[in-house]
């Protein structure tokens, strides 16, 4: 069975673009959870998705935003890039919306130049 | 609010030798903890996780890890490492306000030959 994907795996872009993340859920999840990882870091909380609808939202501002299709796949949103904004960005699944063991994939990496 | 603290940053220790990374946490009720494992340019794999129960739990690759409830703690063991152990460790506990992981700085884990 195939795990979390995530696309692209490494990606640049300049200050004040914008930029889309993707992400595949393990089959029957229905959950997909977005983590950023600045390196030196642990990971910090974005956004939680759960059958479509938002859950939970991290401390990140409104240039930031997500979504998750009827497939349970999800999109992460960032828009006028910053250079802070470069990290690693990370997707989980989970099969439910509460307290679940996250399955992560191996994450996109953004370099904002 | 609930946080983590790694206290080690990097932790060399000779191939074959015992580990012990460390691990506390501030949270008032039963928490549940999580211990993951990242090797460079990798997802986040889990290792063992804590809900409840025997407070010695066991895991992939070898790993244990013991709730500690008096004194706040989690740490990971393993009786042995091998040089394929060489990784960052990261402990997070589920944030009960949403459901999220907050997770620890990480320990890097550096192996002698």
């Known amino acids: 069975d195939a795990g979390v994907t995530q696309s692209p795996t490494h990606l640049i872009k300049t200050r004040g673009q914008q930029v889309t993340l993707r992400c595949s859920p393990i089959s029957g999840h229905k959950s997909v959870s977005w983590y950023q990882q600045v390196l030196g870091q642990g990971p910090q909380f974005i956004f939680q998705?759960?059958?479509?609808?938002?859950?939970g939202r991290g401390n990140f501002p409104d240039r930031f935003s997500a979504r998750q299709f009827p497939n349970y796949s999800s999109e992460l949103n960032v828009n006028a890039l910053l250079l802070g904004d470069s990290a690693l960005y990370l997707c989980?699944?989970?099969?439910?919306?509460?307290?679940?063991?996250?399955?992560f994939g191996a994450g996109s990496r953004l370099t904002v130049l | 609010a609930q946080s983590v603290t790694q206290p080690d940053i990097h932790i060399t220790v000779s191939e074959g030798a015992s580990l012990e990374l460390r691990c506390n946490y501030s949270?008032?009720?039963?928490?549940?903890l999580f211990w993951y494992v990242q090797s460079p340019g990798q997802g986040l794999q889990l290792l063992l996780k804590?809900?409840?129960?025997d407070t010695l739990v066991q895991g992939i690759k070898g790993f244990e890890a013991e709730f500690k409830r008096s004194q706040s703690s989690f740490n990971l063991r393993k009786p042995s490492v091998h040089w394929s152990d060489a990784a960052e460790y990261f402990c997070?506990?589920?944030?009960?306000?949403?459901?999220?992981?907050?997770w620890g700085a990480g320990t890097k884990l550096i192996i002698k030959p």
């Open positions: 989980a699944s989970s099969l439910g919306s509460g307290a679940n063991v996250l399955t």
């Open positions: 997070a506990v589920v944030d009960d306000s949403n459901y999220q992981l907050i």
């Open positions: 804590y809900f409840s129960g």
């Open positions: 998705y759960y059958e479509k609808e938002e859950r």
């Open positions: 949270y008032g009720a039963t928490p549940y």
